[in-house]
């Protein structure tokens, strides 16, 4: 035997019950019920006979009846008829004395089983007595299920008794009614289904409208956030495009500030070369000038005066004028002096004139003069410098200096 949720439910509430003699005697008497109808007889006739005991010693009139009435239940439904019909009539005779406190429902049920039984019994008086009095109390109640199953004992009780037309009668009259009590049921269940069809269509609306709404108010937000986007990445652009257009001007400006500093410092620069070629030249026209002098002058002295020739080739090679005018010649020429002393570094004071003489693109003429020497002798220097420097019969000395 499987135990029910219901019996579970009164098992657990009769724990709770045995602190008060009318409750616990209740719970007993509807534990009884619930395995009646799981067909447990044992354990119905062990707490209806517990119900009974509490209710007695409770003195719960209206619980004693409903204890007599399943008590009643329990032996029709073991085939103990005549134990039934004691419980019956204790039903009836405790009701006649508090009628009050008499449930209806327990009237009727007993007294449809006390019909159904003398029916059994051929007692037909007294089982149609029974039968209308439940009739009449199920017409009151409006009890239309039980009312049917009063009809359908009439009937039996009639077929019974062999009045087969009046039985036909009862019957139709349970078929009808048990027509009207599915009817019932059906529009009952029909109502219920329509009411549950109804509540679920406005669920069904109330939640299509909230995500509508949701769905309104979601793509609203997402138009506003996109149009907030746009609007910050035009503004972005915007403060780009300008804050890009002013960075073009700058740097175009700067270019052009650096461009005209650099023509200023390429001006500055020439300048300061012609400046320096200017000096170097100024320089180099007034020794040569001198030196074209004293040559002329010594060239005209008499040959026996020699002390006052090595005089005036003494101021020819003054050394002087030649420390002056190397750092003239450094200035425009820089480095020139070092990479040949790099190169050469066997080459004598003569030589390194020479070869400054020679960057200056002076003539063959010109050199001797500043040096103070003969054409000849240039020569000489010319073909020394080559093999100090190591060039070669094919290589052009000019252009080497130059290069240098």
Known sequence: MSITPQIEFLLLAHKYSIYHKSVEAKSNIELSSAFMAVNDYKKAKKYILN?????????????VIYAYAVMSDYYYEVDEYDNALKYIEKVDSVGKVEERLVDSRDIIETSLNAGLI???KKE??????????????????????????????LSELEETKGNHAKGL?????????NDSVFNEEASRQLNTLKISYEIDKKDLEITTAKKNEEYSKLLTWTILLTALILILALVFLLFYSKAKLKSSKIATELTAKENKISQIEIENLEHEVQLKNKELADLFLHQY????????????????????????????????????????????????FQKLNELAPNLTTK??????????????????????????????????????????????????????
Do not use: P
């Not at 037909?124 to 009151?140: C, G, I, P």
């Open 124 to 153: 037909f008086k007294k089982a149609e007595d029974y039968l209308q009095k439940a009739l009449v109390l199920t017409q009151k109640a409006n009890d239309l299920d039980t009312q049917a199953q009063i009809f359908e004992a």
């Open 289 to 336: 000038e001198k030196a074209q002098l004293l040559t002329e002058v010594i060239d005209n002295i008499d040959r026996s005066n020699d002390e006052l020739k090595e005089n005036l080739q003494e101021q020819l090679n003054k050394s002087e004028d030649w420390t002056n005018f190397k750092l003239h010649f450094d200035k425009v020429h820089e480095g020139f």
């Open 169 to 177: 009668e009862y019957y139709k009259q349970y078929a009808d009614m």
């Open 351 to 404: 030589d390194i004139r020479y070869c400054a003489y020679i960057r200056m693109n002076l003539t063959s003429k010109e050199i001797a003069i500043m040096l103070g020497i003969s054409h000849r002798t240039v020569q000489g220097i010319r073909g020394r410098v080559r093999k100090k420097l190591g060039l070669k019969s094919s290589d052009d000395l000019v252009l080497y200096l130059m290069n240098l």
């Open 118 to 120: 003398y029916t059994k």
């Open 51 to 63: 119900g009974i005991k509490l209710a007695l010693e409770s003195q719960d009139l209206q619980h």
